[in-house]
């Protein structure tokens, strides 16, 4: 994607739209400006699945005469159908999604990217930290969220499952950070009204994640969540799923985009497309 898009020239705004936050914007300023020391650690909390899946007994149901469900399949492995394995609920099946991994954790993992300072760039160890998965059932992803990753920086990033959490933390040297995409908590009070200085980092201001990819689009303002640091969010719960499945510590290099000396690893990159499918 980010490759057709740089040679096509065309305007992509990834929908991690919290970087239109005001609120989430002011937390990765005071990151950024050192106002909580050295960045050393970032916490993600994720919820766990909101819905709940068929059991190990679960049976295959007759396709709606509205969907053309091998095309919704796409790529994918042929599979028998269940209202359960479409529309939302596809989430929580490896086969087309990570889970909440990607699925609420691609807007964590991009405010932590943003906060950080490595927006064109990413992790490079990723471990298991005892996730557990289902044992049967339609739901095969991750079921409790738990792992390590390290950047190049220093800076610990460990994301977990809490039930109905949506949180990221930022420790420093001095205190702490915390935001929810809508409510901003600190360490110290006094640092909720602090105002930041011209000569500081100032993080660019969209006020509307909609709206902005519009102007882009019309008179090539910048946007806010460019396909080039959408891909580098997205790596994150993709690269933790694979060490949660591996149950491995995996060293990961950035610029390659792939991990060091583990074949296993490096085959789950990608997946088989179904026939007739193909990327060209």
């Known amino acids: 994607m980010v490759e057709a898009v740089e040679r096509n020239a065309v305007k992509?705004?990834?929908g991690t739209h919290r970087r239109s936050d005001a609120s989430?914007?002011?937390a990765c300023e005071l990151v950024r400006n050192k106002y909580i020391g050295e960045?050393?650690?970032a916490q993600v909390l994720l919820a766990g699945n909101n819905r709940t899946a068929p059991t190990d007994a679960w049976k295959p149901a007759p396709v709606p005469d509205w969907l053309?469900?091998?095309m919704w399949l796409g790529p994918a492995p042929k599979a028998p159908y269940h209202p359960?394995?479409?529309l939302y609920s596809f989430r929580f099946i490896?086969?087309?999604?990570?889970?909440?991994?990607t699925n609420n954790g691609v807007h964590a993992f991009d405010i932590v990217q943003w906060g950080n300072g490595t927006d064109y760039t990413g992790p490079i160890k990723v471990e298991d930290l005892g996730a557990k998965f289902p044992r049967d059932g339609l739901f095969d992803v991750v079921s409790y969220i738990h792992f390590r990753a390290l950047y190049a920086n220093g800076v610990e990033l460990i994301c977990r499952t809490e039930p109905d959490a949506f949180q990221i933390t930022f420790t420093g040297t001095d205190g702490w950070v915390s935001t929810n995409g809508r409510?901003?908590?600190t360490s110290r009070e006094s640092l909720k009204s602090v105002k930041i200085k011209p000569n500081e980092v100032h993080l660019y201001k969209s006020h509307n994640h909609y709206r902005n990819f519009l102007d882009a689009?019309?008179?090539g303002v910048r946007l806010a969540s460019p396909v080039q640091i959408g891909h580098r969010s997205t790596t994150i719960p993709l690269i933790g799923n694979i060490a949660m499945k591996l149950k491995k510590k995996l060293e990961w290099d950035p610029q390659k985009e792939r991990f060091v000396g583990d074949d296993e690893a490096n085959k789950m990159l990608s997946k088989p497309m179904r026939a007739p499918w193909r990327v060209e």
């Open 24 to 26: 989430t914007r002011f």
């Open 12 to 14: 992509f705004q990834t």
């Open 94 to 101: 490896q086969d087309y999604s990570g889970g909440q991994t």
């Open 68 to 70: 053309d469900y091998d």
């Open 39 to 41: 960045l050393k650690h």
């Open 217 to 219: 689009v019309k008179s």
């Open 183 to 185: 409510k901003v908590r």
């Open 84 to 86: 359960k394995r479409c």
